[in-house]
Every structure is written in structure tokens, then in C-alpha cells.
């Protein structure tokens, strides 16, 4: 059984890697569709019996880790006796094994942390907040090559893509609807049946990865700049396609309209 989530690659703070320009941003996690936002000074532990309850397996440890910020850097602890960490930088191909009893910084845009527990695997993902890639080091290559033709496309969970289904809705069942006003976070939020604390964290998710792919305009918090940002969100998913008309009935197979 494979079991997936979202964090940020751990990698040995000396090594040689893209440069992590954002010491005291946040950092964003994801397990089996749970997300958890962590900022500056907090930690959050998992494991068996932990903040983050990964598996009931019991060849699993009660506390098996913790991601926490050091020395203006995040870093994961392994705090098991026999369970190694391998945490691969996403976009990349590097990866960086963590030991029982040591810890590593984590220092890419995003990342996955994967274990093994008895027979089973588990994987963590995440990201951190603001991360810029150093195109220096991408070199010239990199820029114009494979990054280019990928711009603005990233890969959705099933969340994701439904919020955006609910964003989106209007304007694709109707294209002549693009000057309307973005729905509310809490009319998508009823649109999905979810509550408005589940969306806000989802759309701050969303948007947090959509920044670091290189869109703008993907950061806001209240009023204006709030529905600024829904109304780029919007322009965005459609211009690449990130969702198409042919997905709306994945949102009334999850929760029939009213």
C-alpha cells in the first residue's frame, strides 16, 4: 500500500543545490489529501501517534519525524530507531537520505520525503513559501528548455482540481462570462460542500505552487487583493487548460448541486 503527501526535499545544508531564498517563509505539506501550513517557529511531528497520524502500522514508530525550523531553515528530524528517510527534490533529480537520529535542511521549492514502515511504503510531500529558483545555476539551458514549455502547468491533486472546478465553473459553461466577478471563497466553498476553512487552506495551497511555478499575481490575502487573485487564478487555469468544461461533472459527482 502506497500512501501519498506533499513535502519539501531535505537535503544536507552544505550540499550543492538551487539556491532557497526564503529562510522564514512557510512551509506547506500534504498527506493523503490533509494539508497542514506550517509558519516560522512552529514544528510539526509524525508518525503512528503523532500531530500528524500517518499509518496505524505497528512496525511504525509513535513519533517517527518532525519537520521544524532551524537556523532560518526548515528542516526534517528522523527521531526513529530503525526507519530512514529519502527526500527527493521534485523538480530536480537529486535526493538525500536522512538516518535514524540526524536531520537534514530543506532547501528546494518542493519535494517528496518517502519511507518505509514493515511492508509498506509511505511518502510526504511539500513546498516552501517564495522559493525562486537560481537561474544562474539552472544555467542557460535550463532556462529556455524543458521550464519554458512546462510554464504554468503544474499537477493537481484531486482537491485542487476540484476547487478549481468551482472557481471556474461559470466561465466554462459560459466563455462570454469573463468580466464577471470571481465567486466568494465562501460560495465555492458551498459549491463543494466544504467548509470555508478547508477552501481558504486549499486555495492558499494552490496558489502558493502556482507561484512557485513562476505565475504572478498568485499572492493576496484580504478584500481587493483577495478577489485580484481569484480573478488571475481564473484567467490562468483557462488560458493553459489546467481544468476543462468535460471535468464539471466531477463536482456534482462528489456533492449534487442544490
Same mark, same amino acid.
Given at each position: 500500500?502506497?500512501?501519498?503527501?506533499?513535502?519539501?526535499?531535505?537535503?544536507? /545544508?552544505?550540499?550543492?543545490?538551487?539556491?532557497?531564498?526564503?529562510?522564514?517563509?512557510?512551509?506547506?505539506?500534504?498527506?493523503?489529501?490533509?494539508?497542514?501550513?506550517?509558519?516560522?517557529?512552529?514544528?510539526?511531528?509524525?508518525?503512528?501517534?503523532?500531530?500528524?497520524?500517518?499509518?496505524?502500522?505497528?512496525?511504525?514508530?509513535?513519533?517517527?519525524?518532525?519537520?521544524?525550523?532551524?537556523?532560518?531553515?526548515?528542516?526534517?528530524?528522523?527521531?526513529?530507531?530503525?526507519?530512514?528517510?529519502?527526500?527527493?527534490?521534485?523538480?530536480?533529480?537529486?535526493?538525500?537520505?536522512?538516518? /535514524?537520529?540526524?536531520?537534514?535542511?530543506?532547501?528546494?521549492?518542493?519535494?517528496?520525503?518517502?519511507?518505509?514502515?514493515?511492508?509498506?511504503?509511505?511518502?510526504?510531500?511539500?513546498?516552501?513559501?517564495?522559493?525562486?529558483?537560481?537561474?544562474?545555476?539552472?544555467?542557460?539551458?535550463?532556462?529556455?528548455?524543458?521550464?519554458?514549455?512546462?510554464?504554468?502547468?503544474?499537477?493537481?491533486?484531486?482537491?485542487?482540481?476540484?476547487?478549481?472546478?468551482?472557481?471556474?465553473?461559470?466561465?466554462?459553461?459560459?466563455?462570454?462570462?469573463?468580466?464577471?466577478? /470571481?465567486?466568494?471563497?465562501?460560495?465555492?466553498?458551498?459549491?463543494?460542500?466544504?467548509?470555508?476553512?478547508?477552501?481558504?487552506?486549499?486555495?492558499?495551497?494552490?496558489?502558493?505552487?502556482?507561484?512557485?511555478?513562476?505565475?504572478?499575481?498568485?499572492?493576496?490575502?484580504?478584500?481587493?487583493?483577495?478577489?485580484?487573485?481569484?480573478?488571475?487564478?481564473?484567467?490562468?487555469?483557462?488560458?493553459?487548460?489546467?481544468?476543462?468544461?468535460?471535468?464539471?461533472?466531477?463536482?456534482?459527482?462528489?456533492?449534487?448541486?442544490?
Amino acid at each position: 500500500m502506497t500512501r501519498t503527501a506533499h513535502n519539501s526535499t531535505a537535503h544536507n /545544508p552544505t550540499a550543492h543545490n538551487p539556491t532557497a531564498h526564503n529562510p522564514t517563509g512557510r512551509l506547506y505539506l500534504e498527506f493523503c489529501g490533509e494539508d497542514h501550513t506550517l509558519n516560522p517557529g512552529e514544528s510539526l511531528t509524525f508518525g503512528r501517534s503523532a500531530e500528524l497520524v500517518i499509518d496505524e502500522n505497528p512496525y511504525m514508530h509513535r513519533i517517527l519525524g518532525r519537520f521544524v525550523e532551524q537556523g532560518h531553515h526548515w528542516c526534517i528530524q528522523n527521531l526513529g530507531r530503525s526507519i530512514s528517510f529519502t527526500v527527493k527534490d521534485s523538480v530536480g533529480m537529486s535526493s538525500a537520505l536522512v538516518a /535514524p537520529n540526524s536531520s537534514a535542511a530543506l532547501l528546494h521549492g518542493e519535494f517528496t520525503c518517502g519511507f518505509v514502515a514493515g511492508p509498506t511504503r509511505y511518502e510526504l510531500s511539500g513546498g516552501l513559501e517564495g522559493f525562486e529558483w537560481d537561474t544562474d545555476l539552472l544555467g542557460e539551458e535550463g532556462v529556455q528548455g524543458t521550464q519554458t514549455m512546462d510554464w504554468g502547468r503544474v499537477e493537481l491533486n484531486d482537491d485542487q482540481r476540484l476547487l478549481l472546478l468551482a472557481m471556474c465553473e461559470q466561465r466554462l459553461l459560459d466563455p462570454r462570462t469573463d468580466h464577471t466577478q /470571481p465567486p466568494s471563497n465562501r460560495q465555492g466553498a458551498a459549491r463543494l460542500g466544504w467548509s470555508l476553512t478547508k477552501f481558504n487552506r486549499k486555495l492558499d495551497h494552490l496558489c502558493e505552487k502556482l507561484h512557485r511555478a513562476g505565475i504572478p499575481n498568485m499572492h493576496g490575502a484580504m478584500g481587493a487583493n483577495a478577489m485580484d487573485r481569484r480573478g488571475h487564478l481564473i484567467d490562468h487555469a483557462l488560458h493553459v487548460q489546467l481544468v476543462t468544461a468535460s471535468e464539471l461533472h466531477l463536482i456534482d459527482r462528489q456533492r449534487p448541486a442544490a
